[in-house]
């Protein structure tokens, strides 16, 4: 089983609607969690951690859920640039950050 | 400017021939990572290091070695041994628990 799971998708929606993704990791022990973007053939930017309470920045909500052992990404009124890959990454308590595959998101007009 | 800096961006190798890709942060962070992502693919975990003169295999640390010889370098040497290095090579880093920033990458070719 791998680290780190996500649906590859793609995920192919029209502007302004809600979309959510989610990533499940089999460490018990982690720590930290994130949720990235990648355009194609560029690093990955950060595009937000993920605390246990919850957390929202603008269209984008991500959450925790430690018992079942995921974290989700919810984009609402999806914009045509939303269109990328989005990675999550887990962190354990040395400091090893593992990425998920990502998940493709295509936002047509 | 504050940041995380990987030469060269394009990198041709002969088979058979090691090559250094060169990771330098000026951001005080403490940890470092070295990642590999194919075409279509995730990133997956070369090296990393939590603290100079230290460092700690990831998922594909086959073929690769690493130095942490100072806090702000983590060069990452791709050893013949490695039987398909053509790849994107991206360098992190991050304070301790926190998120991690990413260089610009190297695009790796074996000719």
């Known amino acids: 089983r791998k680290e780190v799971e996500q649906d590859p998708g793609p995920f192919n929606v029209p502007e302004g609607a809600t979309v959510a993704f989610n990533c499940t990791y089999s460490?018990?022990?982690?720590?930290?969690f994130f949720w990235y973007r990648q355009d194609c053939r560029k690093e990955p930017k950060l595009l937000m951690s993920?605390?246990?309470s919850g957390n929202e920045d603008g269209r984008f909500t991500a959450q925790l859920n430690r018992a079942s052992q995921y974290i989700s990404l919810l984009i609402r009124d999806s914009k045509l640039s939303d269109s990328a890959t989005y990675l999550c990454?887990?962190?354990?308590?040395?400091?090893?950050?593992?990425f998920g595959s990502g998940t493709r998101l295509l936002v047509r007009p | 400017d504050g940041g995380i800096t990987q030469s060269p961006k394009y990198l041709f190798r002969k088979e058979g021939q090691n090559v250094t890709l060169s990771c330098e942060q000026n951001l005080n962070h403490d940890a470092m990572y070295w990642y590999r992502q194919d075409p279509g693919q995730g990133l997956r975990l070369i090296y990393y290091?939590?603290?100079?003169?230290?460092?700690q295999k990831g998922d594909i640390a086959e073929g690769y070695s690493v130095s942490r010889e100072k806090k702000e370098s983590f060069p990452l040497t791709v050893t013949s041994a490695q039987k398909n290095p053509t790849a994107f090579y991206l360098c992190?880093?991050?304070?301790?628990?926190?998120?991690?920033?990413f260089g610009q990458g190297t695009r790796l070719t074996v000719v």
């Open positions: 290091s939590q603290i100079v003169n230290d460092f």
């Open positions: 993920v605390y246990s």
């Open positions: 990454a887990v962190m354990d308590s040395s400091y090893k950050l593992i």
């Open positions: 992190a880093s991050s304070i301790q628990d926190t998120e991690a920033f």
């Open positions: 460490n018990s022990a982690s720590q930290s």
